[in-house]
């Protein structure tokens, strides 16, 4: 089943630093709230490693993997995008009976997250769980965890910051 991110392209939808920090945090109280106690964080480079390693500290978890699947063609706002590949996997060791969070910012079809959870059970994990900081309205997948949905292409503040003349919105709490 194939899906389309929803992109309004009406405005850019951003997320501070401050923000950031708080759905950070609330996604953490929810992976503890729900009894998942991973042993390994895989954060999905590139935008999902900030995110990843802040989780990787508020859940005290120092197993650290790192998914190179890049999907994006450019750092451009909605830039083409291509399937899922996986490029590589750092460090590329088995994962046998490891409880697996795998984190990246945004969930926008799907189907980046869906080969992650297929690699880490191919590497051995016995659980794997997702974690995004924002799904896309228009995934054909829900992720265990995320802060909020989105139907615009979202800026993280990790990322370039829109100029001046372009029209932002705050992303929204409710999801």
Do not use: C, H
Not at 48 to 70: E, H, K, Q, W
Not at 76 to 86: C, F, H, I, K, P
Not at 116 to 139: C, H, I, P, W, Y
Request: net charge neutral; no cysteine.
């Amino acid at each position: 089943m194939n899906a389309t991110p929803t992109w309004r392209r009406d405005k850019l939808l951003t997320i501070g630093w401050a923000e950031a920090g708080r759905m950070l945090d609330e996604l953490a109280v929810a992976v503890r709230a729900d009894g998942f106690a991973p042993t390994v964080i895989a954060g999905i480079a590139r935008g999902g490693l900030p995110p990843a390693v802040a989780l990787s500290n508020l859940l005290g978890v120092t197993d650290f993997r790192i998914l190179g699947i890049p999907r994006n063609s450019g750092n451009g706002r909605y830039s083409e995008r291509a399937g899922a590949r996986l490029d590589y996997v750092v460090p590329k060791r088995s994962l046998l009976g490891e409880r697996v969070l795998i984190v990246d910012d945004i969930m926008g079809d799907g189907g980046t997250m869906e080969l992650a959870t297929k690699t880490v059970l191919d590497l051995g994990a016995a659980e794997s769980r997702s974690a995004v900081v924002v799904r896309n309205v228009g995934s054909r997948s829900r992720p265990d965890f995320f802060a909020a949905e989105v139907d615009d292409w979202t800026v993280f503040p990790w990322e370039e910051q829109p100029t001046a003349d372009q029209r932002t919105a705050p992303v929204g709490k409710p999801r």
